[in-house]
């Protein structure tokens, strides 16, 4: 404390990024490669990953992922959301933090999710139209979300 005032030095409060999924990465390749995305993200943010066990219906799925992103924005990865190119998703996550230290990313089932989770989504978004099983689907996320900070930053990964 110097005059009233507490100093922080070397403390960096980085915004975090949840991604909330059903399911656990259980092949090496996606295990792999999504810890490596993580990895990477640690510099731009605080990311933390929670896993949701399948569940015997869709509704006790969503039921887990509405307790995880309670209070929170969340988007949620959907075929049939918006098309989120790689520049657009830069632009949703720093406007998302200009409002919230905290977004949370969904990644639903193989059964997908119910209507509950949709309408409480701030957003939908795809990746394309194709359909990915739920581990890919999550690779794919951590090397949109670390390309997105690489585009913030004006770093050149994304070219």
């Known amino acids: 404390m110097h005059d009233g005032v507490h100093l922080c030095v070397g403390v960096l409060l980085l915004k975090r990024i949840k991604i909330v999924c059903v399911g656990k990465a259980s092949k090496p390749f996606c295990r792999d490669g999504c810890a490596e995305y993580l990895k990477r993200l640690k510099g731009f943010y605080d990311v933390t990953v929670a896993e949701i066990p399948e569940q015997p219906t869709v509704k006790k799925e969503c039921d887990e992922i509405l307790k995880r992103v309670t209070g929170g924005e969340f ?3 959907d075929i049939n959301g918006d098309d989120m190119p790689s520049e657009e998703l830069a632009r949703t996550l720093s406007k998302a933090h200009e409002r919230t230290d905290e977004i949370a990313f969904v990644i639903g089932g193989a059964a997908g999710v119910d ?3 949709r309408q409480a989504a701030k957003r939908r ?5 194709a359909t990915y099983p739920h581990q890919i689907a999550r690779l794919l996320l951590c090397e949109q979300l670390y390309r997105a900070a690489t585009i913030i930053k004006g770093i050149p990964y994304h070219k």
């Not at 978004?125 to 139209?129: D, Q, W």
């Open 75 to 77: 988007c949620l990865l």
């Open 115 to 117: 209507d509950r989770v």
């Open 125 to 129: 978004i795809s990746f394309g139209r």
